[in-house]
C-alpha cells in the first residue's frame, strides 16, 4: 500500500486496537515512519498552519525536495512570503494523495487517531516520538497526610502552561506536551534574555541554559483575561497565526526556573525554595511589566493550607498549588507539588461521537471520553455551545484531547467502572496528545 492508502486505512476505523494492526503491519515501511516521525515529533516546527495549492493537482509524489523544503522552513532559513510561496509553488506540483501528506506533515496531524504516544510503541527506537514532559501536580487531598511542614502554597493560574527555554541567544516557547508557541515579540524576547544574562553573570551553571517554568495568558489593560480567551491565543500561537499585536498582549507568570542541563537530563538535584530564590534573581530588574513571579504564602498547617485555598477560591481564583520547598524539579506527576481545586478538570480523549436529535438533529448531541488508563468514561454534552455541536461533529474529532469540569469521581455499581459528576466541555486541547490518567 501506498503511504495515502495506509493513511486511509486508519482512518476508516475507530478501533485503537486495530490502528495498531495497522501500524505493526507497516512496521517496515520506512517512508511511512518517516512522515510520522516528521508529522509528530513535538519539538518540530514548519510555521505555517496549512499549506493551499492554487493550481490544483500535479504528477510529482512528495520527495527529498520536499523534506529539504520542510527542513527550511522548520530551521526559519525561509519564512514569511518566501516560505508561503516556496510550499506553494512545491503542493502545486504533487499529485493529490501526495498532496495530502505533505499538508498533514504541516499541519503535524493526519487525522487518523493515531498519537506519538501510539507510533512510540510501533517504533520506540525512534526519538520523534519521545514524550516532552514536564513537571505536574498531584493531588492534595490523596496526599495530605504525607506532606511535612512548612509548605509554600502559590496561587493557581488557570491559562496554559508554558516552558520557556532560553539558549544560544534564543528564546523557545513551549507547551507542555513540547509544541512550539510562535512568539516573535521583541519585548518579551529581550526580558528572558535579560533574566538569563542576570543569571549567567552571576553563577556558571547557566551559561549554557536555562529553563523557566509557568503559565501563559493574554493580557488587557493589564489584567488577565478569562481562560478561554487566554487559550484561543495560546491556540493561534501554536498554529502561527497570532497576530503581531495579540502576541504583545502575552503575559507570563513563572514558578520554577531549572538548569538546562538539569531540566534535559532530568537530573535536578537543587531544592525548590533555591530554584524560586533563582527566578528571583534573574528578575532583579523592575522592568518587567508583563512577566511576574508566582503569588505565594507559607503554611504551616493543613488548615493554613485550606485557608489560604479558599481564600483566593472566594475571591474567584481556580484554586492554589501546595510546593514542597526541599522538593526537586521532576519530568513527571509529581509529590513535589500537589494541587487544590474547589471544581475538578480533566483531559480525556475522545473515543466517539454521539449524534443527536430532536433540537439537535443532524448535530453533535455528546462527546464520548474515557481516561488514559481506560478506567473512566463519560459522555460530555453539557456545556458545547451550537458552535461546538457543529465544528465537532466529525469524527476527526475522534483521538483528540478535551477538557472536561466536572464536580466529583463517580463508581458505576454494575461493573466498577468509573464516571463523573456534572461533566462539562470546557474546550478541545490542541496542545496536549494525551490524556489525563485518573487516580483511584
Not at 511511512?32 to 516546527?45: G, I
Request: include cysteine; charged fraction near 30%; proline fraction near 1%.
Amino acid at each position: 500500500m501506498t503511504i495515502f492508502e495506509i493513511m486511509q486505512t486508519l482512518r476508516n476505523t475507530s478501533s485503537r486496537n486495530e490502528k495498531e494492526s495497522i501500524l505493526k503491519a507497516n512496521k517496515e515501511n520506512a517512508e511511512l515512519k518517516r512522515v510520522f516521525a516528521l508529522a509528530y515529533n513535538q519539538l518540530t516546527n514548519y510555521y505555517l498552519s496549512t499549506v493551499n495549492p492554487t493550481t490544483g493537482t500535479g504528477t510529482n509524489h512528495l520527495d527529498e525536495t520536499g523534506y529539504a523544503v520542510l527542513s527550511q522552513a522548520s530551521n526559519r532559513d525561509i519564512t514569511g512570503n518566501e516560505l508561503i510561496d516556496k510550499v506553494t509553488q512545491y503542493a502545486n506540483a504533487l499529485t493529490q494523495e501526495s498532496q495530502d501528506i505533505f499538508r498533514c506533515i504541516i499541519e503535524k496531524d493526519f487525522k487518523c487517531g493515531v498519537t506519538a504516544t501510539t507510533l512510540s510503541k510501533i517504533w520506540p527506537e525512534e526519538s520523534a516520538f519521545k514524550d516532552f514532559k514536564v513537571m505536574l501536580c498531584d493531588d492534595f487531598e490523596k496526599n495530605a497526610d504525607k506532606i511535612k511542614y512548612p509548605v509554600l502554597v502559590q496561587l493557581k493560574y488557570d491559562a496554559s502552561r508554558v516552558i520557556v527555554i532560553v539558549k544560544d541567544g534564543k528564546v523557545t516557547y513551549r507547551s507542555r506536551n513540547g509544541k512550539e508557541y510562535m512568539i516573535e515579540d521583541i519585548e518579551l524576547n529581550n526580558d528572558f534574555l535579560a533574566m538569563h544574562k542576570e543569571l549567567s553573570e552571576w553563577k556558571d551553571y547557566f551559561k549554557n541554559g536555562v529553563v523557566f517554568d509557568g503559565e501563559l495568558y493574554a493580557l488587557k489593560d493589564g489584567n488577565i483575561v478569562d481562560r478561554q480567551t487566554s487559550n484561543g491565543i495560546a491556540t493561534k500561537l501554536i498554529r502561527c497565526t497570532a497576530t503581531k499585536e495579540e502576541q504583545s498582549k502575552i503575559g507570563i507568570t513563572l514558578w520554577d526556573c531549572v538548569v538546562l542541563k538539569d531540566f534535559e537530563n532530568d537530573s535536578d538535584k537543587t531544592e525548590y525554595t533555591t530554584r524560586f530564590d533563582w527566578l528571583k534573581r534573574s528578575m532583579l530588574e523592575e522592568h518587567y511589566i508583563r512577566i511576574q513571579t508566582a503569588k505565594e504564602e507559607v503554611a504551616y498547617t493543613e488548615k493554613e493550607v485550606y485557608d489560604i485555598a479558599q481564600k483566593w477560591i472566594d475571591a474567584g481564583e481556580e484554586g492554589a498549588i501546595v510546593k514542597n520547598p526541599l522538593g526537586y524539579y521532576e519530568r513527571k506527576r509529581s509529590k513535589n507539588c500537589l494541587k487544590i481545586k474547589e471544581i475538578q478538570e480533566i483531559d480525556l480523549e475522545v473515543v466517539d461521537i454521539i449524534p443527536g436529535n430532536g433540537k439537535y438533529a443532524g448535530k453533535l448531541s455528546a462527546l464520548s471520553c474515557r481516561d488514559k488508563s481506560g478506567k473512566l468514561f463519560v459522555n460530555v454534552g453539557s456545556g458545547l455551545t451550537d458552535k461546538d455541536r457543529d465544528e465537532l461533529n466529525s469524527k476527526d474529532i475522534i483521538g483528540k484531547i478535551v477538557s472536561v469540569k466536572y464536580n466529583m469521581i463517580v463508581t458505576n455499581k454494575e461493573d466498577d467502572s468509573l464516571s463523573l459528576f456534572l461533566p462539562r466541555f470546557v474546550e478541545v486541547r490542541f496542545d496536549k496528545v494525551e490524556a489525563d490518567s485518573i487516580t483511584w
